[in-house]
């Protein structure tokens, strides 16, 4: 229905209500009828489903299939470790996940919104939730809308829509019908569920709830967008097939050795060994591994305010390669702060502090200056102070928080700073007030102190400085003439391709007797001064843009603001460089220039153009697509309804906690907690750190398989029993192993994850570098579990397998150290900088003690007690691993100047 297009006398008469509002019966009937007015909680998956999806992994499935072959092969001992094992994996996942699912409810805050509807005569706070198609609204400022609804009365009326639309300015609202053509953004006589009123009243009557309101129909859109599997996902699933394959082929391998060249063997007997090596070649705890490091780095995100929702965004943020980001309340605070204060011909001020914070100092020409000691600027304060409806309050942390109009709280700020407080002065009265007006594009106010009475006006400077007679100077207020006005004119296009908001504030004295203002006699006035304010940069996020230029990610900021603000903007944190100004050309582009371009000059613009404003969610949905044709693995940020598709499309959507929206924070897979920018390069940070621990953990597993299945094919092909037991392998895969990857799952950052360029999207965690590293390890410890198994093989089959296996048990504890960085020397990372290792490491010497030397369980594993000074002996022999490594990585990045990867 074109309610839009409709007066409102049609609008109530279709709706059956009258302008007094709905009776309690009927809006009871309606609402079980329409149903409540919220939103279906999509981000809030039931468990089950987050269960069940922690099983759909392929290296899962190949982890099913050898616990059914290991079954089946009465190898019971073996089935059971490889379900617990699944369990873990999957009590992993489903615990983070749930935990990310808890946090983001609690974003949502405690409190359920209240709607003021007008009920059998009466105004009355109802829950929003019970609000109903045909009830009449009440809104005044700093209200939120509780459903869509046409407006029947307002007066001044502005709201805040960027939410919905990306707006950031007040949008100007009236009851005037428009044609049915209109478009929705431009629909000035209708207001939005989960917009705000910015000031003024009005009465409206609501046309829709729940889904069936603008946000609602953004909401069902997203089911649409099919999302595949995530990066990580991708790449575990290569993981899984190369480790199929490797299993698979070790154990064809040990077979036709074993059938060619032990002779005598049984069929059977071959096939039984062949099957163990199979389910040994398997890194049974590597899904548990991989899942502990998503963990791991998911809540070290959570710490650095980046809650994931999804629990393999964690690794994929390692791998983005351009971010996507807003302007507003990500790269700046999202407050308005007065920085010049300007009287013409006298004296201008630099205005320091942040935010709403009421604290700074007025700086002229470097010097700190009383305000109240200057009658000028004690002048502008006042005015700025009591043309006002705006309220500031202290929050936690002693946070200020406004409630009102930005510009008038950036005044109020102002006031406050130079001591100015309204609300404890109580010599000035206020006598009528004048809301600001979209036509005249001012506001006033009519004041009384001492027992004179002053009309205080604040507006846009071109329309305030037409309606003055004179203009303060340093002499005074002096009549108003041309070349006056224009220095004020060039001051006022200074600030503003500064990027400045510029606002003229000035005043009138008025006669005893006044008692109201009249908005169409406001000539007269005296033109006092303008104040220039933004909306200030957040003080890390250069830093912060700095730090991906040199990781190689590049930054967009894609903003529904105008041109000339977002080029200030990304001038001031850098993602538009001196040399990009230096060198000419187009530094941003707005969509109405974007639409111009045909097919492959769009693409152009895309991949050269770093800063796109006026944008809406359309366009900036085609320019992520753009980029993610073109190769890249993008991170979008959004805070809006509207920006909900683009950040389900995008391969990492980033909503913010704070501002966004609950259907943005639902479509995304990371929310966060302080919408701060340099927060999503921390979390890049962290993704880097658990993709690295991922593949080093990996190849630590994959290392220990590799020496276990080479030593059993070298013994059977050098004709001699196998060296290891099934049984004694699941004990290194899952006790030796497991211990040490848990531990390695913690390494934290090495302090260089940032000066490296992003992983290849398409980059396996198995790759072609890292094989001569994996191998010369691998064949070093089988060639010394050999040594030590022939060794000893005279002295008993037994005794023989317990010398190889603590030669192979302490190699792999050897090559924890080799893991743990393999771009740097592990005396440069720190031999005992990860405690966990410490202590995982200790931990897994003490078992290989105690299974061999308690007698109960080393007949258990079939091990043989040794005297001491042979255990150390054995145990010492392996540090040649750690040698080897050492001398690999000298060669690797000394010599030949590449790295192990």
């Known amino acids: 229905m074109n309610w839009h297009a409709q007066g409102a006398p049609e609008v109530l008469k279709k709706l059956k209500v009258e302008a007094a509002g709905l009776t309690s019966a009927e809006a009871a009937t309606r609402l079980e009828k329409h149903g409540p007015n919220e939103l279906p909680d999509v981000g809030q998956k039931h468990w089950i489903w987050i269960l ?27 089935t059971y470790v490889i379900f617990f094992v699944i369990a873990v994996n999957a009590a992993i996942g489903f615990v983070q996940e749930m935990k990310a699912q808890r946090a983001v409810a609690s974003l949502r805050g405690m409190l359920q919104p209240k709607a003021r509807v007008l009920r059998d005569g009466d105004s009355l706070m109802v829950p929003a939730r019970e609000v109903v198609p045909g009830d009449v609204i009440i809104l005044e400022e700093g209200d939120s809308i509780p459903a869509d609804a046409r407006l029947i009365e307002a007066k001044n009326l502005r709201a805040i829509e960027a939410p919905l639309t990306g707006e950031s300015v007040p949008v100007n609202k009236n009851v005037d019908a428009l044609p049915e053509a209109t478009g929705m953004s431009d629909r000035h006589n209708m207001v939005r569920k989960g917009t705000f009123i910015a000031g003024g009243f009005a009465k409206a009557v609501v046309t829709a709830t729940a889904m069936d309101t603008a946000i609602g129909e953004i909401a069902k859109s997203l089911d649409d967008i099919k999302i595949g599997r995530t990066n990580f996902q991708k790449k575990t699933d290569v993981l899984a097939r190369h480790m199929a394959f490797i299993a698979l082929g070790s154990a064809v391998l040990l077979f036709v050795v074993a059938y060619f060249f032990q002779e005598g063997t049984e069929l059977s007997n071959i096939l039984l060994i062949s099957i163990a090596a199979l389910v040994s070649s398997i890194p049974e705890g590597l899904p548990a591994v991989l899942a502990i490091v998503l963990a791991v780095g998911a809540n070290r995100m959570a710490r650095r305010n980046a809650i994931i929702s999804e629990f393999t965004a964690t690794e994929t943020l390692g791998a983005v390669t351009t971010i996507l980001t807003d302007k507003t ?31 700074g100092k007025f700086d002229v020409t470097g010097a700190g200056a009383n305000p109240k000691g200057e009658e000028l600027l004690a002048q502008i304060l006042d005015i700025a102070a009591w043309s006002n409806n705006a309220h500031l309050r202290r929050g936690d942390k002693d946070r200020y928080t ?11 700020a102002m006031a406050r700073k130079g001591g100015i407080f309204p609300g404890r002065d109580h010599s000035v009265r206020k006598i009528d007030d004048l809301p600001f007006n979209s036509t005249l594009k001012m506001r006033a106010t009519l004041t009384e102190k001492d027992g004179k009475r002053r009309l205080l006006v604040v507006g846009a400077p071109e329309k305030v400085l037409a309606k003055a007679s004179h203009i303060m100077t340093g002499e005074g207020a002096q009549p108003i003439t041309e070349a006056r006005a224009d220095a004020v004119r060039d001051k006022i296009e200074s600030w503003s391709e500064g990027a400045m908001r510029v606002i003229a504030l000035a005043y009138r004295d008025e006669p005893d007797g006044a008692e109201s203002i009249d908005e169409n006699n406001l000539d007269g006035l005296t033109f006092a001064g303008i104040t220039g304010m933004i909306d200030p940069p957040r003080v890390d996020v250069k830093e912060s843009v700095m730090a991906c230029h040199s990781a190689g990610i590049r930054v967009i900021m894609a903003t529904g603001d105008h041109i000339t603000t977002a080029i200030a903007v990304a001038k001031a944190v850098g993602i538009l460089l001196p040399e990009d100004v230096e060198r000419g ?45 073109g190769g890249e693995l993008i991170a979008m940020t959004g805070d809006g309804v509207n920006d909900a598709p683009a950040l389900k499309r995008a391969d990492v959507g980033i909503a913010m906690g704070i501002m966004g929206t609950d259907v943005a924070r639902d479509a995304a897979a990371v929310v966060l907690a302080d919408d701060n920018f340099s927060t999503i390069v921390k979390a890049v940070e962290e993704g880097r750190v658990v993709f690295n621990n991922t593949r080093q953990a990996s190849f630590f597993l994959i290392t220990t398989n590799f020496a276990e299945i080479t030593t059993l094919v070298s013994a ?70 050999l040594f030590a198994f022939t060794y000893y093989l005279d002295e008993g089959l037994d005794k023989a397998r317990t010398a190889a296996f603590i030669v192979m ?46 007698p109960a369980l080393a007949a258990l594993f079939n091990f043989v007690s040794l005297p001491a000074h042979e255990f150390a002996g ?11 490594g050492e001398i690999y990585k000298y060669f690797a990045l000394e010599v030949t100047g590449k790295e192990v990867i």
């Open 716 to 785: 059977v092909l050098m004709g001699l029993a196998v060296p290891l037991s099934a049984t004694q392998i699941l004990w290194l895969n899952l006790v030796t192993d497991g211990a040490c990857t848990t531990a390695m799952a913690a390494e934290d950052s090495h302090g260089d994850e940032l000066s490296q360029k992003p992983v290849n999207r398409e980059a396996s965690i198995l790759n072609k570098s890292i094989l001569p590293f994996l191998i010369i390890n691998s064949v070093l410890m089988a060639s010394m579990a």
């Open 52 to 78: 069940l999806k922690q099983f759909r992994s392929l290296l899962i499935l190949i982890l099913f299939a050898a616990a059914l072959i290991s079954w089946f092969t009465d190898h019971r001992v073996d």
């Open 329 to 359: 309340g990500t790269l700046t605070q999202n407050t308005l702060t007065v920085r010049r204060v300007s009287v013409p011909g006298a004296a201008d001020w630099e205005v320091s502090g942040e935010g709403w914070e009421p604290f």
């Open 585 to 629: 050309g187009t530094l941003a582009m707005t969509e109405t220039q974007l639409l111009e371009l045909d097919d492959e000059a769009f693409s152009k613009a895309v991949r050269e153009i770093n800063v796109f404003s006026r944008l809406t969610p359309n366009m900036k949905l085609r320019i992520a697509e753009e980029l993610q044709a």
């Open 874 to 884: 054995l145990a010492l022999i392996p540090v040649l691993v750690l040698v080897f």
């Open 809 to 854: 048990a302490f190699s792999q504890l050897f090559n924890v150290f080799n893991m743990r960085s393999l771009r740097s020397s592990i005396f440069k990372v720190g031999l005992f900088s990860n405690g966990y290792v410490n202590i995982a490491l200790v931990v897994s010497v003490v078992a290989q003690i105690v299974i061999i030397e308690v």
């Open 402 to 412: 406004l409630i009102g109009d930005p510009t008038e709280g950036a005044l109020l």
